[in-house]
């Protein structure tokens, strides 16, 4: 089992930086692909980013593509998401994701170990 807790999210203006974390329990961390998803009031979740076990292998929508960046360190348990050039259409719930599988995948359902969310505001 896998419990993972988001952290970092916050009030920011359009242009400016954020940095969101994700801290993982359990022995399977360092073995699992993992991901970052958003979700924005009235909207599905989408995907945003991902990770393979071994954080070598990275994937991104086309729509952070550029001004997003996924790391881990399975040493301290954590994945992050590094957001610069932030928008106001970035403005969501940001959730991290436990997967399935060892290296990165998109589906919703490819993960099954899922933090709390965290919220990210970004004004124009």
């Known amino acids: 089992q896998v419990q993972l807790v988001e952290s970092g999210g916050g009030l920011v203006q359009a242009g400016g930086s954020l940095r969101l974390s994700c801290a993982a329990s359990g022995r399977t961390f360092s073995s699992r692909g993992m991901g970052w998803f958003r979700q924005a009031p009235g909207k599905e979740r989408e995907f945003v980013a991902a990770?393979?076990?071994?954080?070598?292998?990275?994937y991104y929508a086309d729509s952070v593509k550029g001004r997003f960046t996924i790391s881990r360190d399975n040493a301290k348990n954590t994945v992050y998401l590094q957001m610069n050039s932030l928008k106001p259409e970035d403005t969501a719930v940001y959730y991290c994701a436990a997967a399935r599988t060892r290296g990165w995948v998109t589906p919703i359902s490819e993960y099954d170990y899922w933090g709390q969310g965290t919220q990210v505001t970004v004004s124009s």
């Open positions: 990770i393979s076990w071994s954080g070598g292998s990275t």
